[in-house]
């Protein structure tokens, strides 16, 4: 296994590659900018320039990895179609790449709340409809597959357990980006997750228990 991680200079891909790491898992990270990956990876990561919008970038990015985790994801801007672009259009990219080079397990995290056209959220430019688009994209294209819908994203880490549902359950509560990098990691190795949309948010209620198992629920 080796794992291609996008979007790793973000806040939950940065955990993501940290945690791989730390697992001792392959990794190599997908990066824009390589200095500021210089200054936010950890030491001996190896590191790939790319864009999801430039699809020639990407096949020589993936090399021989044979798992992505796509953690890319609009940031607030004025530009109107900056989550239509990085949101969808990249994911899309991403998928047809995936597919040729015959990505065994693909890893999108979204978010939650994406089928409610009405949300606040939406007010930027529509994001959370363009990730409903790319789910959607990536559930048609036959790669197997894992879509993780978070809730709120915290920076601290809690000591809550997760609530795992299956998709449209869930529409409100958060979870620490540490364990979204757990949940993303966890499901390349648990049949329970594949093929699978898993809304995730962390409560005081939620059960103790491996995650595959709690994969299996939903």
Not at 33 to 61: C, Q, R
Not at 63 to 90: F, H
Not at 132 to 156: D, H, N, W
């Amino acid at each position: 296994m080796k794992v291609l991680v996008v979007g790793a200079t973000g806040r939950t891909g940065s955990r993501i590659v940290q945690q791989l790491q730390e697992r001792h898992i392959p990794v190599v990270a997908l990066v824009r900018d390589l200095e500021k990956a210089e200054t936010v990876l950890p030491p001996g990561i190896e590191i790939k320039v790319g864009n999801v919008l430039e699809p020639a970038t990407l096949a020589a990015a993936i090399g021989d990895c044979d798992r992505i985790i796509c953690a890319t994801g609009a940031t607030p801007s004025l530009n109107p179609l900056e989550p239509y672009l990085v949101d969808y259009e990249g994911i899309k990219n991403l998928v047809e790449v995936a597919k040729q080079q015959q990505i065994q397990h693909f890893v999108l995290v979204s978010s939650l709340c994406v089928s409610q056209f009405f949300h606040p959220l939406n007010l930027f430019w529509l994001i959370l409809y363009w990730k409903q688009q790319a789910e959607r994209y990536l559930q048609a294209s036959g790669l197997t597959y894992t879509i993780v819908r978070p809730g709120g994203l915290k920076e601290e880490n809690t000591q809550q357990p997760p609530v795992i549902a299956k998709a449209d359950t869930l529409f409100e509560g958060s979870i620490p980006r540490a364990q979204v990098a757990e949940i993303c990691i966890e499901s390349l190795f648990a049949p329970s997750a594949q093929n699978k949309v898993l809304e995730v948010v962390t409560r005081p209620d939620g059960v103790v228990a491996p995650l595959s198992e709690l994969f299996a629920q939903v």
